[in-house]
């Protein structure tokens, strides 16, 4: 057990990675929550009973009124942050219905790979932003 991180349980969080061609699809939180005003990719908490890829369908819909078909793991990341230990589950998804909604999020885009330097991502993100200029650069 790391010091000082006695109380602090690991919470399950999911999101997607949906692309549009070359473009995947970034939220941008609301001002009023932690990490405010930060860029992510769509998801939420997993919630007790749910399988990972329920909860991601579930928070798509609820929070950008789509429904979506989760794929592939892209990756899995842990990230300490001063108040939250998150375990990061992103899936490769494709949207079945719907458009994106600004049901909850301040904003939306649809960005290249060379765009993300202009945001400012939630440090959980930091490394999965990383592994995607990596793997999916254009040939």
């Not at 919630?47 to 798509?60: N, S, V, W």
Request: charged share 25%; net charge negative; glycine share 4%.
């Amino acid at each position: 057990m790391i010091a000082g991180n006695h109380n602090k349980s690991v919470v399950e969080v999911v999101a997607a990675l949906i692309w549009d061609e070359d473009k995947f699809l970034i939220c941008q939180r609301p001002a009023d929550k932690a990490r405010g005003l930060l860029w992510e990719f769509v998801g939420g908490k997993v919630e007790k009973g749910e399988t990972k890829e329920q909860a991601l369908i579930r928070e798509c819909q609820e929070e950008l009124e789509i429904i979506v078909q989760p794929h592939d793991i892209f990756m899995e990341v842990t990230h300490e942050y001063p108040d939250i230990t998150v375990r990061l589950t992103l899936f490769i998804c494709t949207i079945l219905c719907g458009h994106p909604q600004l049901l909850e999020h301040n904003d939306l885009k649809w960005i290249t790979l060379s765009e993300i330097p202009n945001y400012d991502f939630c440090p959980a993100d930091v490394e999965i932003l990383k592994n995607i200029q990596e793997k999916c650069r254009p040939f």
